[in-house]
């Protein structure tokens, strides 16, 4: 079965510092993998999505992925962070045992930046 | 605007009543999907649905249902509705197919008494 992990709850960084949020998979054949973030009280708007390709997958705002496959991750980085940048982050992986491809979603990572 | 919209965004209603959230998507997508987030975050799919193929989590309550009544259109039916149905539900759509991304819809925050 698929599944990915998000191993820390919160992820707290100065403004302007590097951040990185993790995630692993683990899935049976090609992962299929992609983030969102959540402001409070929104939906979940994408980020970035690694089909197959280049290992590092740029997104919106600034944000970019890197696809490992033999560390199994996908972690999620962005060179300099922002205040607004604070959001609840999530990793997900298709389920390709269905035939419609729903996402299976980590528990979500807070992203904490300060000024 | 292209998107997916839910209505209502806000349902607090009694335990024991049925209630409706309706879902639109204007983006030509052909699948569709319900998602409930819990009160710790967590997101679980609960149905995902094409004109071809309803399937459902054998962990939802069949006194869950959605009803498509057409393409762009999913809406969730509840009845007997519980306390622990209280959560936030989520619509999204996607084109079929492993690239396809999900948009989601901005939510509906359902309280039950």
């Known amino acids: 079965a698929q599944s990915v992990a998000q191993p820390e709850d919160q992820v707290n960084v100065a403004e302007g510092n590097p951040l990185t949020v993790k995630c692993t998979y683990s899935?049976?054949?090609?992962?299929?993998l992609f983030w969102y973030v959540q402001y409070p009280n929104r939906g979940l708007q994408f980020l970035l999505k690694?089909?197959?390709?280049?290992?590092l997958v740029k997104g919106s705002y600034g944000f970019e992925a890197e696809f490992n496959k033999s560390q199994t991750s996908f972690h999620l980085k962005k060179p300099s962070a922002l205040v607004s940048d604070s959001a609840l982050y999530f990793c997900?992986?298709?389920?390709?045992?269905?035939?419609?491809?729903?996402?299976?979603f980590g528990k979500g990572t807070k992203l904490s930046v300060k000024p | 605007d292209t998107a997916v919209s839910q209505t209502p965004k806000y349902l607090v209603t009694q335990m024991g009543n049925d209630k409706s959230i309706k879902c639109e998507q204007n983006?030509?997508?052909?699948?569709m999907y319900w998602y409930k987030q819990d009160s710790k975050k967590f997101l679980k799919i609960m149905f995902s649905?094409?004109?071809?193929?309803?399937?459902i989590n054998e962990t939802v309550p069949n006194r869950f249902s959605p009803k498509s009544p057409d393409k762009a259109h999913l809406n969730l039916h509840i009845n007997s509705l519980e306390l622990g149905d209280s959560a936030v539900y989520f619509c999204?759509?996607?084109?079929?197919?492993?690239?396809?991304?999900?948009?989601f819809g901005p939510g509906t925050r359902l309280t039950v008494l």
């Open positions: 997900a992986v298709r389920d390709m045992g269905g035939s419609q491809g729903n996402l299976i």
């Open positions: 690694y089909i197959t390709g280049d290992n």
């Open positions: 649905y094409n004109n071809k193929e309803l399937i």
């Open positions: 899935v049976s054949g090609n992962p299929y």
């Open positions: 999204a759509s996607s084109q079929t197919g492993t690239s396809g991304v999900p948009f």
């Open positions: 983006l030509g997508h052909d699948t």
